[in-house]
């Protein structure tokens, strides 16, 4: 089972979202069947098995095992991921275009470059699984607090500065390029 699953297709999105079958994924962190689920959730067998159905063609949910019970089989499935992101290319192909916004300090600009990094890293993870491997990343996650306008402009200035003296002290042309995003932005207030 993967940590989080990026969902790529709308169709899949839509499967994912629906409040039925969002549950059912819930429930699936431990391996269960149709029966199982029913038991549990309250919903006729036969529904769920439909649910699971469309989730199933769409990945979100794998085959565990199979269990023989006389001349009955029943299978037991497992949700394909702990959690799921929807990426914005299932909304639309051209989301999460950062180029598409000539406005770097804009709030819009900042989200279709998070919107990116979902859809990279969601391919480059998947890549990574399907072959065995470790994706490598990086992520640095801290909080900051600026006393004036002044301060917080000082304060980017002084880390352009130095995240371009470390990439051109890093980079070269023949290695494996690799994308750095550093970006800031206030907090919500219901987190602070």
Not at 110 to 135: D, N, P
Not at 142 to 160: C, K, M, N, P, V
Request: net charge negative.
């Amino acid at each position: 089972m993967q940590e989080v699953e990026v969902i790529e297709s709308a169709e899949a999105a839509a499967a994912a979202l629906d409040p039925v079958r969002a549950r059912l994924l819930a429930e699936l962190a431990v391996p269960a069947s149709a029966a199982g689920l029913a038991a549990r959730v309250g919903i006729a067998r036969q529904k769920i098995n439909y649910h699971l159905k469309a989730l199933e063609a769409h990945g979100l949910v794998k085959l565990s095992e199979e269990r023989r019970h006389g001349g009955i089989t029943e299978r037991v499935l497992q949700a394909s991921a702990v959690a799921y992101v929807v990426s914005p290319a299932a909304v639309t192909a051209s989301a999460a275009d950062p180029e598409a916004n000539a406005d770097h300090l804009s709030a819009g600009y900042l989200v279709a470059l998070a919107g990116r990094v979902v859809r990279e890293v969601g391919a480059l993870a998947r890549r990574a699984g399907a072959s065995g491997t470790r994706l490598p990343t990086l992520t640095i996650d801290t909080q900051i607090g600026f006393r004036s306008a002044a301060e917080r402009a000082a304060f980017a200035d002084d880390l352009t500065a130095a995240v371009l003296e470390l990439a051109a002290r890093y980079h070269h042309d023949d290695g494996r390029l690799h994308r750095l995003l550093v970006a800031a932005h206030p907090l919500p207030e219901e987190i602070t």
